[in-house]
Nanobody, 117 residues
Framework: VQLQASGGGLVQAGGSLRLSCAASRSIGSFNIMGWYRQAPGKQRELVAV???????NYADSVKSRFTVSRDNAKSTVDLQMNSLKLEDTAVYYCNAQTLWPSRRDYWGQGTLVTVSS
């Protein structure tokens, strides 16, 4: 599967952006989909994920500001980011996981989000 992320860009602190990830095939078979990010000089970290059943998990730093959603019919997973902070600046990667028989990760190419003061 190919994952194509879009929606990144430059935004002022306090602003909003919406990232979208389009899959090249149906996402119904992916147990978990979501977003990770990597800031300069830091390790890649989980931002928000959503299961096939609709359960979500967020990094503490983005709770109440970001919302992850998936549309199986459109094969997309989105990340609505509100009240953006300088520390949200990073390359954001779309991720899809299958868990059986063992975990396998698929990654998109990344989209840059830059938050300015």
């Amino acid at each position: 599967v190919q994952l194509q992320a879009s929606g990144g860009g430059l935004v002022q602190a306090g602003g909003s952006l919406r990232l979208s990830c389009a899959a090249s095939r149906s996402i119904g078979s992916f147990n978990i989909m979501g977003w990770y990010r990597q800031a300069p000089g830091k390790q890649r970290e989980l931002v928000a994920v959503i299961t096939s059943g609709g359960g979500t998990n967020y990094a503490d730093s983005v709770k109440s500001r970001f919302t992850v959603s998936r549309d199986n019919a459109k094969s997309t997973v989105d990340l609505q980011m509100n009240s953006l902070k300088l520390e949200d600046t990073a390359v954001y990667y779309c991720n899809a996981q299958t868990l059986w028989p063992s975990r396998r990760d698929y990654w998109g190419q990344g989209t840059l989000v830059t938050v300015s003061s």
